[in-house]
């Protein structure tokens, strides 16, 4: 695991970023009334999720959530303590935001973390039969909280199994709050933890179902088209900050596809098609030789 030195890094498993766990949610933070959601889902072959908890967002509760993750993976200590300065100054706010009734609401969006149950599996072998895992963790994601009034500093108490998720199998990702605050709507946000988790780095592009892309949005009566449209403007926006290079939606055997170009390869990509262009033109002036069909053998190697 990379070592966590700044309070905006965090490393996160991959599993609670892939699934829409931190969704879309617009829910209203003073509500009485807690709208439960569940979700269960197979990042991998080798990793699966069930969630059972309250609805959280991309953009109020996952930074408050990676902050106090931070803390503990620097500290490594269960028991965090952030004050009012730092919790406001890793949140990038304002001094004029730095009221009374915000802190009020984020010690709420805090205590809701306390109602959010995560279930982690992880196969040897890969999932087809759910029941033989070789790992399995049961958590919430805070174990208690507390606003202690007269010091202006807010006590969590987090599970010990984060102990040990830290030495099991499971992918982590790390995640910078600096990079992630430049992106501005919640569905962009959603997308790009969701992107996260995906190991095509070194690919020049890869593949996602497009429903499994607007599952990320979590539980919604949006029409599909409108969820789509969504799905567009969020990646136009990773595309303008240079997440990724771009994306195409395609159909591939009668299955939704969405394209997503590395934006890594970007460079690498011109270049190979102009060394490609070269090589092929000599070929089409000289007559097929060996060293030409060696060539083109090359070539599409390459």
Request: charged share 35%; proline share 1%.
């Amino acid at each position: 695991m990379k070592k966590i030195k700044k309070s905006t890094e965090s490393m996160q498993l991959s599993s609670i970023i892939h699934a829409p766990i931190f969704a879309t949610s617009n829910y209203n933070v003073e509500e009485k009334s807690r709208k439960l959601v569940s979700y269960e889902v197979s990042r991998t072959k080798y990793e699966r999720i069930i969630y059972n908890g309250l609805e959280l967002n991309a953009s109020d509760d996952f930074p408050l959530f990676a902050i106090i993750v931070s803390k503990y993976q620097q500290s490594k200590k269960f028991s965090i303590t952030l004050t009012d300065k730092e919790l406001f100054e890793a949140l990038k706010l304002s001094k004029a935001s730095r009221t009374e009734a915000k802190r009020k609401v984020l010690v709420k969006r805090i205590k809701r973390l306390e109602f959010c149950h995560v279930e982690l599996f992880y196969y040897k072998s890969g999932c087809d039969d759910v029941d033989k895992y070789s790992t399995r963790l049961s958590f919430p994601l805070f174990e208690s909280t507390f606003y202690d009034t007269d010091t202006k500093e807010i006590k969590i108490e987090l599970s010990r199994k984060l102990g040990v998720i830290a030495t099991a199998e499971f992918s982590e990702e790390l995640i910078d709050l600096t990079v992630y605050y430049k992106i501005k709507t919640q569905y962009a946000k959603a997308v790009y933890l969701f992107l996260q988790t995906k190991k095509f780095k070194n690919q020049s592009c890869f593949y996602v179902d497009l429903h499994k892309f607007l599952e990320r949005f979590g539980h919604s009566n949006m029409e599909t088209r409108e969820k789509k449209r969504k799905l567009k403007i969020a990646l136009d926006q990773l595309v303008s900050l240079n997440h990724i290079s771009g994306f195409e939606f395609e159909k591939i055997d009668d299955i939704d596809k969405v394209k997503i170009i590395n934006k890594m390869k970007k460079e690498k990509e011109k270049e190979k098609g102009k060394k490609k262009k070269v090589n092929d033109k000599a070929v089409h002036v000289d007559e097929m030789n060996s060293d030409d069909i060696a060539r083109l053998e090359k070539l599409e190697e390459v």
